[in-house]
């Protein structure tokens, strides 16, 4: 698509394929039900990024992710807000060969969303998508202060995920523990508790743990079926 030449344009981002910006919405939505979009410089010339860098309302679960992508950008960075199972619904019915632009204009709130193709440039779908005036709560991963720190299977956590949503569970508690130093090296283990229209419990073991205390700790993992959803994208 090439690229627009209105002054009134605050931003028109493209994107050779809508799978890219497809997954990045899958993963945003079963955390947010709005989501705040920064576009701004990549870092790398002549390239744009869309990103998201925010946490949930209960502070359950943080997203932090960038996509790069062509286009022009008027300042040096734009936020947006949109409804993120709207936003999803749209993607889903765009083809997957199909190229997405977005962009935003001013005096109009609402952003557009183009699918076309990308060797005749014929338009497919056009979207006008209402943003909403709200900003991201932002919390920066290395100035988090955390009781404990800890590294597990991916493929274990998501497995009791999924345990604790199909059993209905709608909370989920961890506990992590120290276990004992084996061949000089730190372990952890997690006990994984919850209850829905079955109790459950699961011991999952780590290699590297770090307890201020020493103790046990104790963490909410929040919304069983959203977390389950989010570690499967």
């Not at 939505?29 to 989501?35: D, I, K």
């Not at 286009?71 to 997957?96: R, Y």
């Not at 992590?176 to 000089?184: C, I, R, W």
Request: hydrophobic share 40%; charged share 25%.
């Amino acid at each position: 698509m090439p690229k627009r030449a209105h002054d009134d344009t605050i931003f028109a981002i493209s994107f050779d394929q809508a799978t890219a910006l497809r997954q990045l919405v899958d993963v945003v939505q079963p955390v947010l039900t709005r989501a705040c979009f920064t576009v701004k410089a990549s870092g790398k010339d002549g390239i744009l990024a869309l990103c998201v860098d925010t946490i949930d309302p209960s502070h359950v679960c943080m997203v932090q992710s960038k996509l790069e992508c062509y286009g022009t950008l008027k300042s040096e960075m734009h936020q947006f807000t949109v409804d993120s199972k709207m936003l999803q619904t749209c993607l889903k019915n765009v083809s997957a060969h199909h190229a997405v632009e977005l962009a935003a204009h001013e005096g109009k709130a609402d952003l557009s969303l183009v699918s076309f193709d990308m060797l005749t440039k014929q338009k497919d779908l056009v979207f006008e998508l209402p943003t909403f005036e709200e900003t991201a709560e932002r919390l920066e991963i290395e100035t988090i202060e955390y009781d404990a720190t800890t590294e597990v299977d991916l493929g274990s956590f998501k497995r009791i995920l999924k345990l604790g949503a199909d059993l209905e569970a709608e909370n989920m508690t961890l506990v992590v523990y120290e276990a004992p130093v084996k061949d000089g090296v730190k372990g952890f283990r997690i006990d994984a508790a919850g209850k829905g229209t079955a109790s459950f419990r699961r011991s999952l073991m780590g290699a590297k743990s770090e307890l201020d205390d020493g103790s046990a700790m104790t963490a909410d993992a929040g919304d069983t079926a959203n977390m389950a959803e989010v570690c499967s994208s």
